[in-house]
């Protein structure tokens, strides 16, 4: 079992950024695959950025390509999501989550989850 918690969210303007946190506690917070995902007003929850278990692979989405880096440090059972860029489309609540069984890419795979931060970014 893995408890998330996320934080770093806020309100910021179209060009800032942001770094959002996801602290972990439980015994398995190293050998599962880290996800951040998403869901905006009226939408799906999407998969954003993945990262494997060493921290070697990574995954994003094609929206967040190139302004998104997400990175891990198993020592102390933390994964971030630093945003730059950030757009009025990327207003949406951020979740944290675990994947402890598949591969970091598979969205079906994460069954952890934390309760979400809200990013506002304003035009």
């Known amino acids: 079992q893995v408890q998330l918690v996320e934080s770093g969210g806020g309100l910021v303007q179209a060009g800032d950024s942001l770094r959002l946190s996801c602290a972990a506690s439980?015994?398995?917070?190293?050998?599962?695959?880290m996800g951040w995902f998403r869901r905006a007003p009226g939408k799906e929850r999407d998969l954003v950025a993945a990262?494997?278990?060493?921290?070697?692979?990574?995954y994003y989405a094609d929206s967040v390509k190139g302004r998104f880096t997400i990175s891990r440090d198993n020592a102390k059972n933390t994964v971030y999501l630093q945003m730059n860029s950030l757009k009025p489309e990327d207003t949406a609540v951020y979740y944290c989550a675990a994947n402890p069984y598949s591969t970091y890419y598979s969205s079906s795979g994460y069954i952890y989850w934390g309760r979400g931060t809200q990013v506002t970014v304003s035009s």
């Open positions: 990262i494997s278990r060493s921290g070697s692979s990574t």
């Open positions: 439980g015994r398995t917070f190293s050998s599962s695959a």
